[in-house]
């Protein structure tokens, strides 16, 4: 770790949390665990979380000191980097979780860790862009795989981060909703957060365009199956409201009605796969690689260059992120998200659940 900046005692905490052995844990475990929510289950719950949390944190500040092309120097990475040694720094302060009251104070401990990592997402987008802005010159495709890569490990990691914090707090709930698990429905409607999703997308078209495609949605009303709603909503989300912007740029000033985007969902025995389809015009295969890139952003409004955008939470659209942290959230519980174009006709979007729950979550 960079000397200069980061105390000696902290640099070698950091990196022998760093080398510690995680654990990764999967979707059934969560849901097996989470039934029973009782003070002795908690208390095991942020034992774990204590050790488990330092280690990925750790894992994540010493990545973040040895980024490709100077990305580590960027002001809004140093300020990311600056965020996770101060949780890291919270959590090896916090004493020995002995009993209930060590556990709610551990609680409020890592309910504000979540918060105070919020921005981090817009504030890395923020140090690409500086990165790119700095160059007086363009980046060649070997260092654009590095910065992808990272990105990718560094954005798994916090999604899982984010579910173990957020789940052991949802266990706190006194009432919680009928089927729920922490933050897991377990009679989870694909077609319920697909309509929410959309209309959700659609104000959004709303706002810009003045007018929206209608969604049309297909599939058993009644199926149901285990999952994190946030996650499936996040996906669908960005998905259709892709959809639907490419469907209403290509419809705009065309005399024809705007075709609907179609989402169908489709129960298998190993996958529950969610389609969405539309007839927005395509992708040329030339573009089809970049689309899971964070470097190459086709966003309209990147962000500027003071921290007030960052500290007041941008939204994952405006930046270009959406599609690879969409796909992310899919592999994360070992499902998938393809994306398969037609130029001169539309774009299908496959996505990919796992049914079955038992695969570990990713530790990158």
């Known amino acids: 770790m960079a000397a ?21 844990v999967s979707l059934r475990y969560m849901m097996e665990f989470g039934a029973r929510p009782t003070p002795t289950n908690l208390l095991l719950s942020a034992q774990f979380l204590h050790k488990e949390l330092s280690a990925r944190i750790a894992r994540r500040a010493i990545e973040l000191e040895s980024l490709p092309l100077g990305l580590s ?18 959590l ?7 009993d209930p009251s060590d556990e709610l104070s551990f609680t409020q401990l890592i309910k504000m860790i979540k918060l105070r990592h919020n921005n981090v997402v817009p504030a890395m987008a923020l140090g690409v862009q500086q990165l790119k802005r700095d160059m007086n010159r363009k980046l060649v495709p070997k260092e654009l795989e590095e910065i992808h890569q990272f990105l990718d490990r560094f954005y798994m990691s916090r999604i ?6 957020g789940q052991h707090v949802a266990l706190h709930d006194p009432d919680p909703e009928p089927g729920c698990v922490g933050q897991i429905n377990t009679k989870l ?19 810009e365009y003045g007018s929206a495609p209608e969604v049309d949605i297909y599939g058993d009303p009644n199926f149901t199956f285990p999952y994190v709603p946030s996650h499936l909503h996040l996906m669908l989300f960005e998905l259709v409201k892709n959809s639907l912007r490419a469907v209403q740029e290509r419809f705009m000033d065309s005399d024809k009605d705007a075709p609907p985007v179609r989402i169908i969902v489709a129960d298998g025995i190993e996958d529950v796969t969610i389609k969405i389809s539309d007839e927005g015009g395509g992708i040329p295969r030339s573009g089809l ?3 899971f890139t964070y ?7 990147p962000l500027d260059e003071d921290y007030c955008g960052v500290l007041n939470g941008v939204t994952m659209a405006g930046y270009g992120y959406g599609l690879p942290i969409s796909r992310l959230y899919a592999r994360y519980f070992g499902g998938d998200l393809q994306i398969i174009s037609m130029e001169g006709y539309g774009t299908d979007a496959y996505l990919h659940l796992s049914r079955l729950g038992d695969s570990q979550e990713p530790l990158p």
């Open 289 to 291: 690689a970049k689309i």
């Open 160 to 165: 899982g981060i984010r579910m173990l914090i």
């Open 73 to 90: 120097g960027k002001p809004a990475v140093l300020k990311v980097r600056d965020w996770y040694l101060d949780s890291f720094r919270d």
């Open 295 to 301: 470097v190459y952003s086709t966003a309209k409004n």
């Open 4 to 24: 200069e900046s980061v105390p000696k005692a902290l640099a070698e905490e950091v990196r022998r949390w760093g080398a510690m052995k995680r654990n990764g």
């Open 189 to 207: 409607s694909p077609m319920q957060v697909a309509r929410t999703a959309s209309e959700d997308a659609r104000s959004i078209c709303f706002r």
């Open 92 to 98: 090896r302060s916090f004493p020995k979780i002995k």
